[in-house]
């Protein structure tokens, strides 16, 4: 999702080595679901919903990744 520029404002006091730690920990906490994912995969039919909660855990860390990451671009633009 796109931040508007007041969204990203609303961040301004958060220091950008804390936003940095965040997108960090997250980027972990998806390679950790991806891996619980891969034995999950090799019955479908059986994990169908354990599946679908960690994709779906795995989708949110990335968009807030995304949105972390869209904050330290302004902040190079604007700084």
């Known amino acids: 999702m796109k931040l508007t520029e007041e969204q990203i404002k609303q ?4 220091p950008t080595s804390e936003i940095e730690d ?14 619980e994912l891969k034995p ?4 479908p ?3 169908k ?3 679908y909660m960690k994709e779906g855990n795995i989708l949110k860390r990335k968009d807030f990744i995304d ?3 869209q904050i330290l ?4 633009i604007k700084l």
Not at 11 to 14: A, L, R, S, Y
Not at 22 to 35: F, P
């Open 11 to 14: 961040n301004n006091n958060i």
């Open 22 to 35: 965040d997108i960090y920990e997250t980027q972990y906490e998806i390679d950790q679901y991806e891996s």
């Open 45 to 47: 039919v059986e994990n």
């Open 67 to 69: 949105e972390l990451n």
């Open 73 to 76: 671009e302004y902040r190079k």
């Open 49 to 51: 919903l354990s599946i």
């Open 40 to 43: 999950l995969r090799n019955n």
